[in-house]
Structures are given as structure tokens and as C-alpha cells.
């Protein structure tokens, strides 16, 4: 009999993960019960378990999505399709508490890419970025990809001047990626554009390589040093969640402990 019971909880529990796999938007809890027929104290109980497990998450409305365990799969190559879907919860609460344009960035053929974007809330400095591709070395998106190794360093003679800002020598950008590293993310003033300025933090895969960037841009009239900073260690906060979600787990430097000064 456990056995019996045992393999129906099972069955059970494969078909309420089949129902939010395969949906095409996040499922919700009486939509789950409803969908398999189960009663809602099993549909719950079914749940808890497939979620303490990765199985199964819930998004910031309490709807159900594929857990981290199938993130991590899917993100094994890189940034995946999925990696949006992933993300917007996170950029959606970036671009809340900034009011600023946020994007998430990938590596594409020597570019940044962007490929999602939440607009800011302001009509001055909305950008529609998606699909747009950006240099490397003179986008915040760009120098986080360099300095954690998801792109290659441009040739020296291809670091285009598109400002009076552009840093254009590879011994400088150099200098400025190491910055990057040690601080945990990038900031560029007007060096893409004039008038624009953004940072942005490195996010990262369960094997701990970077697979994109979270950035957040605005007008050198609203992005003043205070917000420019409240901004980075925002988008740094939401990178790591993010991160987290993907499996990537944070080391304690070897000969270091949590807590040592």
C-alpha cells in the first residue's frame, strides 16, 4: 500500500510540474488544482515539496514558473531564451525602485545586445534599446562582460571615440576593467553618448561564468553622484538575485571567513 501511495504521489506531483512547464505564462495555484484535478490541501502540499526541491518557483504575484533546477539547464550554453523570462521579475523591481531605464545585456558578435528593457518612468531619457547592439568598451553593459570574461577586449585600433569621454587605449581600459572587478560593477559617464549615464553588474551562471549584465541608464540631469550610486548598488542587489536564481553560488575567498574584516 505505501508503495501504491508512494508512486501516486509521484504521478501527482509530475503532473502539476508537466502543467507549469509546459504553460506558456506562469500558473496559478487555483489554475494548478483546477488544470489536474487535484484537491487544493494536495495541490499545496504537492507544491511546497516541488518548490524546497527547484523544481518550482513563484514569481512576486505568487504564480508558479519552472524552478531554478530547469534555469540552470537551460542556461548551461549561456544566455538562453529563457534568460529573459528568468529575468524580468528582477528588472521589473530595478526599474520600480530606480525609475530609470533598465536593460539586461548579452554578448553578441563583438557588441552588447540588449535584449529586454524595462522603460523608465520619465519621458526624458526613455530609450528603446532592445535589439540595438553597443560597443564593449564604452557601455557599462560592455565593460562588466569585459572585466568578468563573457567578451574578448577590442583590438586597440577598433575603440571607437564616441564622446570626449570614450576611453580609446587598451592600457586605460584595462586600468578601468580591474575598477570594475574590484568594485563589483561598471559606471560610464558620457562615454557612449552625451548626457547619459549608466552602471551596471555582472550576472552570473551556476558555473560562476558571466552570462549577462543588469544595467540601469539615465540623464546626467537626474543621474547625480548620490542617485548614480543608490542606482549601482541596486542593479548589484538585483544582479545577485538574479544570479542566485540561476544556481550561481558566491565563494569565500580561500583563507578568508565570512565576517573577518
Not at 12 to 35: I, K, N, W
Not at 128 to 147: D, E, F, M, Q, R
Not at 248 to 253: A, L, V
Request: net charge positive; with cysteine.
Amino acid at each position: 500500500m505505501s508503495n501504491q501511495n508512494g508512486t501516486q504521489a509521484v504521478d501527482r506531483a509530475a503532473r502539476l510540474l508537466s502543467e507549469v512547464v509546459h504553460s506558456p505564462d506562469p500558473m496559478t495555484f487555483t489554475g494548478l488544482s483546477a488544470a489536474t484535478g487535484l484537491a487544493k490541501s494536495t495541490t499545496s502540499r504537492l507544491l511546497l515539496a516541488l518548490e524546497r526541491h527547484g523544481l518550482v518557483r513563484r514569481d512576486n504575484h505568487g504564480r508558479f514558473l519552472p524552478g531554478e533546477m530547469f534555469v540552470s539547464f537551460a542556461c548551461r550554453g549561456g544566455a538562453e531564451a529563457g534568460l529573459i523570462a528568468v529575468a524580468q521579475p528582477f528588472l521589473d523591481r530595478l526599474g520600480k525602485s530606480t525609475g530609470e531605464t533598465v536593460n539586461l545585456g548579452v554578448t553578441s558578435n563583438g557588441m552588447v545586445e540588449q535584449i529586454a528593457q524595462v522603460d523608465s518612468t520619465y519621458l526624458i531619457g526613455g530609450t528603446n534599446w532592445i535589439g540595438l547592439s553597443v560597443p564593449l568598451h564604452c557601455s557599462a553593459s560592455g565593460k562588466v562582460l569585459l572585466a568578468f570574461g563573457a567578451a574578448q577586449i577590442p583590438p586597440p585600433h577598433t575603440l571607437e571615440r564616441r564622446t570626449d569621454k570614450t576611453i580609446t587605449t587598451e592600457a586605460a581600459l584595462k586600468a578601468d576593467l580591474a575598477t570594475v572587478r574590484a568594485r563589483g560593477y561598471a559606471v560610464t559617464d558620457e562615454e557612449l553618448e552625451p548626457g547619459l549615464i549608466a552602471v551596471a553588474a555582472p550576472v552570473h551562471s551556476v558555473d560562476g561564468s558571466v552570462v549577462a549584465a543588469l544595467s540601469v541608464s539615465g540623464p546626467t540631469t537626474r543621474m547625480t553622484k548620490e542617485h548614480t550610486t543608490a542606482a549601482a548598488e541596486r542593479c548589484t542587489q538585483e544582479a545577485a538575485g538574479l544570479s542566485a536564481v540561476l544556481g550561481y553560488r558566491q565563494r569565500i575567498t580561500r583563507g578568508r571567513k565570512a565576517g573577518a574584516a
